[in-house]
C-alpha cells in the first residue's frame, strides 16, 4: 500500500507543479496547443511535470461529467469489466486535464488556493479512510 503525502508534502508539490506550469506559460512558447496530456508532459521541459502530476494523482478530484456517470451506471449494472476500466482510466485522465487547466487558469491567490484546498480535502478524506487509488 502505498503512503498518503502529509499536508506539508501535498502543499510543496502543488507549489511546485505550479511553478513549472507558470514557468512553461511564461515562455515563449504559450501560444501552442496541445491535443492531448501526453503531448503537454512530453513537451514540458525536464520531465519534471510527468513526475509532479503523478505524485499529486491521488489527490486530484474526479471530473465526473454526466455522459461519463451515464456509462459508468450502465456498465455497472452491465457487470462490464472491461469498460468500467476503460472508464475508469478516462475519469482519471479528464481529471488530470482539467486539473491542469484550472491551474493554468488561477489567475489570483484565492483561485489558487482553492485548488490547494480542494486538493487538501481528497488528501483528508483518504487520510482518514486510508484508501489511496
Same mark, same amino acid.
Given at each position: ?5 502529509? +499536508? ?11 511553478? %513549472?506550469?507558470? +514557468? ?6 504559450? $501560444? @501552442?496547443? &496541445?491535443? $492531448? ?12 511535470? !510527468? %513526475? ?5 494523482? !491521488?489527490y486530484i478530484p474526479l471530473a465526473i461529467t454526466a455522459p461519463k456517470l451515464e456509462q459508468l451506471m450502465v456498465a455497472a449494472a452491465d $457487470? =462490464? ?7 475508469? =482510466?478516462? &475519469? %482519471? ?5 482539467? &486539473? @491542469? $487547466?484550472?491551474? &493554468? ?8 488556493? +482553492? @485548488?490547494? +484546498?480542494?486538493?487538501?480535502? %481528497? ?11
Amino acid at each position: 500500500m502505498e503512503t498518503i503525502l502529509t +499536508e506539508e508534502d501535498l502543499t510543496h508539490a502543488l507549489c511546485d507543479l505550479k511553478r %513549472v506550469l507558470e +514557468e512553461f506559460a511564461s515562455s515563449a512558447q504559450k $501560444n @501552442i496547443t &496541445f491535443l $492531448n496530456l501526453e503531448s503537454l508532459l512530453h513537451h514540458v521541459d525536464g520531465g519534471v511535470l !510527468p %513526475v509532479l502530476l503523478e505524485r499529486i494523482a !491521488p489527490y486530484i478530484p474526479l471530473a465526473i461529467t454526466a455522459p461519463k456517470l451515464e456509462q459508468l451506471m450502465v456498465a455497472a449494472a452491465d $457487470n =462490464d469489466e472491461d469498460a468500467l476500466h476503460m472508464l475508469e =482510466d478516462a &475519469f %482519471v485522465y479528464d481529471s488530470k486535464i482539467r &486539473f @491542469i $487547466n484550472a491551474v &493554468f487558469m488561477a489567475q489570483t491567490d484565492m483561485a489558487w488556493e +482553492e @485548488i490547494v +484546498e480542494a486538493c487538501r480535502a %481528497v488528501r483528508a478524506y483518504k487520510s482518514k479512510s486510508r484508501i489511496l487509488v
